[in-house]
């Protein structure tokens, strides 16, 4: 079983920033990437920023240059901080992790956190 739990949301004013945190724990190893999506009321989830292991990292056009994510791989960790941030940022974000395990890459989520940036 893995699990990953999320810490880091809240409430910030425009132009604030936020850093969220995500650890993973349980029965994984060979992480491929970790990284954080996000979904705001009615919309579709999307992907916000990732790191494959090796440092790649890809991010969203609307997030580049304001949202930054680092991973600390000894503590299964993945971290976003956000900086910069506008309303239009407001959503539920998620950690997500994908991993090898028996030749067959699994994926896991997080509960989720919410972020809300007022105007």
């Known amino acids: 079983q893995v699990q990953l739990v999320e810490s880091g949301g809240g409430l910030v004013q425009a132009g604030g920033s936020l850093r969220l945190s995500c650890t993973a724990s349980?029965?994984?190893?060979?992480?491929?990437?970790m990284g954080w999506f996000r979904q705001a009321p009615g919309k579709q989830r999307e992907l916000v920023a990732a790191?494959?292991?090796?440092?790649?990292?890809n991010y969203a056009d609307s997030v580049k240059g304001r949202f930054t994510i680092s991973r600390d791989d000894a503590k299964n960790t993945v971290y976003l901080q956000m900086s910069s941030l506008k309303p239009e940022d407001t959503a539920v974000y998620y950690c997500?992790?994908?991993?090898?395990?028996?030749?067959?890459?699994?994926?896991?989520w997080g509960q989720g956190t919410q972020v809300t940036v007022s105007s």
């Open positions: 349980g029965a994984i190893s060979n992480i491929n990437a």
């Open positions: 997500n992790v994908d991993w090898w395990r028996g030749g067959v890459l699994r994926d896991s």
């Open positions: 790191m494959v292991t090796g440092g790649t990292t």
